[in-house]
């Protein structure tokens, strides 16, 4: 089992890169573009939580930044919360997204070391087992990465560098 979690470590660590050089490359004036249907913070900001949502041991005991604000980590309208609207969020900034970034790249240190990974998930509407939703959530990270990797290539010509591992 050390081995996966070496193995997801570095993944994880890859994939931060990647999210970090595209956040990186992002020019100030597509950052919180009202044209763009989700603002490029804010997929990033998504990315961010979700990951370390799910490295958390269970919803419950959800390891999360300080600065999180409720609701941002939707990127929709709220139906349960009528009064809520995502246009009206304050955009966080580059360096408060990087240390949101390192926040996540310490807790991958325990992360692993806090339910095994034949362990449920931890969480209700996810019913696999805890190896499962790293990859889960593995995936869903790339998954944003390569949308803003993406963005950047159309406004500057030039996607973001692979990074096979961390």
Not at 10 to 34: D, F, G, V
Request: hydrophobic share 40%; proline share 4%.
């Amino acid at each position: 089992m050390q081995h996966i979690s070496c193995v997801l470590r570095s993944q994880y660590s890859a994939s931060l890169k990647m999210l970090r050089l595209s956040i990186t490359a992002c020019p100030e004036s597509a950052w919180h573009n009202a044209e763009d249907g989700n603002r490029f913070w804010h997929i990033a900001y998504h990315a961010l939580f979700y990951t370390a949502f799910y490295l958390s041991p269970s919803e419950e005991e959800a390891k999360l930044w300080d600065k999180c604000r409720l609701y941002y980590e939707d990127l929709g309208k709220l139906h349960n919360v009528p009064e809520y609207d995502v246009n009206d969020n304050i955009p966080y900034t580059k360096d408060e997204l990087f240390e949101f970034m390192d926040f996540i790249i310490a807790r991958l240190d325990v992360a692993f070391d806090e339910a095994p990974f034949d362990a449920p998930s931890g969480f209700p509407w996810i019913s696999f087992d805890k190896l499962q939703l790293h990859i889960y959530n593995l995936r869903h990270l790339q998954h944003h990465t390569g949308q803003l990797s993406e963005r950047i290539k159309q406004l500057n010509g030039k996607g973001v560098a692979w990074v096979g591992k961390g």
